[in-house]
């Protein structure tokens, strides 16, 4: 018997994929359907949103703060210490807001959603819930998927004016730039493009986050062992899936407003 | 035949017909890396309890999962209700599942509710609240398990014995058609355990719910076979006065994923398949 089957590990892994395809197909159409689980949706925006605030503070924050930091000696030597402003919010508005934030947000909930959901599975409470007549998908996944879409759409927003605000602490009181000028040019330098960019990837991102976290969960097996498992492979997915979904958005996107 | 489990009008099936049996394998099959069940033919009549005997593995809770429609067969047809759970979608069978109750081996009670939302669960879907009625089917409920004090408290505050008996509440509190116990007993002191057998025994003559019980406890399966719920006394009583009792009872052996017996408990006690015999003792 080989000790591993070349095979076997294809139909493995595309058969995750067609049963991740499924859930999150599932997660979506059952916002259409009834019932809804309003409560539970609120319940779970909570935690998602309220819950990873204090993270996605401090990481804009610090961002901001080290881009503005990094890029002025840089931009010193050209003589364009003034464009700090506008570097700043371009990077945070139409990449490092989203992406940090959902990495965050991912390594906060992902494997939050994924632990929580599997350690159901592995002590039969889904299956409890599926002989009762309901539907986990409906019931777990649904709320956790509208509650991270939403929340890291304004999650991102945050990160994106504390990260300028990062930028604006090191700016004013380091490199000695006027407040109105950072400001101005921060302003000045967005075009309707790039706050397009800002504010849709983040919406995907929390899809990703949601439907990734999920399935891992509702897939684990094994005991506390699995739920582990799990909860590791839902982090590294849910991450290397969002970086990747990123270029392919900022490629398509970059594209459509003609960058 | 007298039978002196008490004379309770059956309910009304809300899904199959009366006279029909409310379980049927036919022929099932089901194989992971190798096969578990083969060729798996049985049936459940209206107000039977069958009774699951085996060793670890030979895939009597897989009987169970397969009824509920949690799993699907590779092979061959399981008729519940009338419907072929088979071929039926998932969604087509969260209705169908209304009608069952399923106590799962480690109870499956969800942590973050408290014994009362986990009792009316099924119903708290219905409505999205606890309301009066509710409560006070969830109290009825508590009362026939005998744990009405719990209704405020969370699983992880319960002992192990009433987890069993919180499940049994939830899995009855709708009155279902058929009543699917696995492992009810285990990994519980013989005290317990028998206080679990009573209700199983209760929920049989009283209700006379249709049922089928995994078990590993030879002790367990003949405390059912020869023991009635008498209601006068309220609680469970030998059936040793020389009456012919009907206690719809029949058990069910599997070896290896196979049936090796079927039949009443005077019938398996007579049977001399080394196997059995061997088991037995």
């Known amino acids: 018997m080989p000790i591993f089957s070349p095979t076997e590990i294809a139909k493995e892994k595309v058969g995750a994929v067609q049963d991740y395809s499924l859930l999150a197909g599932r997660s979506l159409a ?20 309220v819950g990873s605030l204090p993270i996605v503070i401090l990481t804009g924050f610090f961002t901001g703060a080290v881009l503005a930091l ?31 934030t959902g990495l965050m947000v991912a390594g906060r909930n992902a494997t939050g959603m994924a632990s929580e959901l599997g350690s159901m599975k592995v002590s039969e409470q889904i299956d409890a819930m599926r002989a009762m007549g309901v539907d986990p998908t409906k019931k777990l996944v649904t709320p956790r998927v509208i509650a991270s879409v939403v929340m890291m759409f304004f999650l991102s927003i945050i990160s994106d004016l504390v990260g300028l605000a990062g930028g604006f602490v090191i700016s004013y009181f380091l490199l000695g730039l006027d407040a109105s000028q950072y400001w101005t040019t921060a302003y000045q330098a967005l075009r309707f493009g790039d706050v397009f960019m800002g504010l849709g990837k983040p919406v995907v991102f929390g899809f990703i986050i949601a439907s990734i976290g999920c399935f891992y969960g509702m897939s684990a097996t094994g005991g506390t062992q699995g739920v582990g498992q799990a909860t590791k492979q839902s982090m590294v997915a849910a991450s290397v899936l969002l970086i990747v979904s990123d270029f392919f958005m900022t490629r398509l996107l970059m594209g459509f407003f003609q960058y | 035949m007298s039978s002196l489990a008490p004379q309770v009008e059956q309910p009304e099936s809300r899904i199959s017909r009366p006279d029909a049996p409310v379980i049927t394998f036919e022929n099932v099959e089901i194989a992971f890396d190798h096969p578990v069940l083969e060729n798996i033919s049985f049936h459940l009549p209206r107000g039977e309890t069958k009774i699951l005997l085996g060793a670890a593995g030979t895939g009597k809770t897989l009987i169970l999962k397969l009824a509920l ?19 039926m979608r998932e969604q087509d069978l969260f209705e169908l599942r209304r009608n069952i109750g399923m106590v799962f081996q480690e109870s499956a009670l969800f942590d973050s509710l408290t ?11 219905e409505t999205g609240r606890i309301t009066d009625e509710i409560h006070a089917r969830v109290l009825e409920a508590l009362r026939f398990v005998e744990l009405e004090q719990t209704v405020n408290l969370f699983p992880a505050e319960l002992s192990g014995g ?3 008996r919180v499940a049994i ?4 509190i709708t009155h279902p058609e058929i009543l699917l116990y696995d492992s009810p007993t285990g990994g519980l002191d013989p005290v ?32 059912m076979a020869s023991h009635y719920f008498d209601r006068q006394e309220n609680k469970m009583v030998p059936a040793v006065d020389g009456n012919v009792r009907d206690l719809h009872n029949k058990f069910l052996i599997l070896r290896d994923g196979k049936i090796i017996f079927e039949g009443t408990a005077a ?7 080394p196997y059995i015999r061997e088991y037995l003792s």
């Open chain 2, 267 to 273: 019938e398996l006690l007579r049977c001399t398949d």
């Open chain 2, 115 to 125: 014994v009362e939302e986990n009792v009316a669960y099924r119903l708290i879907e």
């Open chain 2, 162 to 164: 009433m987890r069993r």
């Open chain 2, 69 to 87: 429609g949690l799993l699907k067969p590779d092979a061959g047809r399981i008729i519940v209700l009338g419907q072929e759970v088979t071929q």
């Open chain 1, 30 to 49: 059952n916002i259409f359907a009834q019932p809804r689980y309003f409560a539970d949706t609120l319940l779970q925006a909570d935690s998602v949103g």
């Open chain 1, 70 to 100: 990094q890029t002025s000696s840089t931009l010193q030597q050209f003589g364009s210490l003034s464009l700090t402003g506008k570097l700043v919010s371009l990077s945070m508005v139409r990449e490092l807001g989203p992406v940090l």
């Open chain 2, 192 to 223: 317990t355990s028998n206080t679990i057998i009573e209700l199983v025994v209760k929920q049989r003559d009283v209700y006379q719910t249709s049922s089928l019980l995994v078990t590993h406890r030879l002790q367990d399966a003949f405390t």
């Open chain 2, 169 to 172: 509440a939830r899995a009855i």
